[in-house]
T-cell receptor, first 113, second 114 residues
Framework: DTGVSQDPRHKITKRGQNVTFRCDPI?????LYWYRQTLGQGPEFLTY????????KSRLLSDRFSAERPKGSFSTLEIQRTEQGDSAMYLC???????????FGPGTRLTVL | DQQVKQNSPSLSVQEGRISILNCDYT??????FLWYKKYPAEGPTFLIS?????DKNEDGRFTVFLNKSAKHLSLHIVPSQPGDSAVYFC?????????????FGTGTRLLVSP
């Protein structure tokens, strides 16, 4: 069990640029979640995958955000036309079906200048 | 609408003493609760959980208590160690059509001094 991994760990970009983050969940976990955490807040749910199907999206996920999990393994989160308000830590978590406990990766810290 | 509240942003405790971290919630649909610990520049690490049908769960130095009527839970760490210094998040789980969504509080920063 190598845990959840995320890449990159840090990303600095200019406003208006597109960015893409990758998450590799624990191998046997079929559920994958994305959360966003801003300073002084707890993580907030963004979206959820069961295998390759994206089954739930938060209203926080604007049209500029898109997430995929093409083969039910790794997932990508893309932000188009980044804004300064997108600056946050983006966290990925995975779990087994029907399990309450989600295991988090180290996160990708995004800074939009 | 803050469904999970951790009203103490920080807590300082001496090594060897008890740390008590508190959490209140408003959503009566939560059927499970989890505590996570977070070190700087790392993701949250699962610590301990409790089902809404229980009032206590214990794992080594960590015990979580749930008072459903008061919509309150607490995490006790005994004895506290300097390595416990971290931010602690309480989260409620709302099962929504078979999908478990975690709703987090804002966290409490625990500092355990030697």
């Amino acid at each position: 069990d190598t845990g959840v991994s995320q890449d990159p760990r840090h990303k600095i970009t200019k406003r208006g640029q597109n960015v893409t983050f990758r998450c590799d969940p624990i191998s046997e976990h079929n559920r994958l979640y994305w959360y966003r955490q801003t300073l002084g807040q707890g993580p907030e749910f963004l979206t959820y995958f069961q295998n390759e199907a994206q089954l739930e999206k938060s209203r926080l996920l604007s049209d500029r955000f898109s997430a995929e999990r093409p083969k039910g393994s790794f997932s990508t989160l893309e932000i188009q036309r980044t804004e300064q308000g997108d600056s946050a830590m983006y966290l990925c978590a995975s779990s087994l079906s029907l399990a309450y406990t989600q295991y988090f990766g180290p996160g990708t810290r995004l800074t939009v200048l | 609408d803050q469904q999970v509240k951790q009203n103490s942003p920080s807590l300082s405790v001496q090594e060897g003493r008890i740390s008590i971290l508190n959490c209140d919630y408003t959503n009566s649909m939560f059927d499970y609760f989890l505590w996570y610990k977070k070190y700087p520049a790392e993701g949250p690490t699962f610590l301990i959980s409790i089902s809404s049908i229980k009032d206590k769960n214990e794992d080594g130095r960590f015990t979580v208590f749930l008072n459903k009527s008061a919509k309150h839970l607490s995490l006790h760490i005994v004895p506290s160690q300097p390595g416990d210094s971290a931010v602690y998040f309480c989260a409620g789980v709302e099962e929504n059509t078979g999908f478990q969504k975690l709703v987090f509080g804002t966290g409490t920063r625990l500092l355990v001094s030697p």
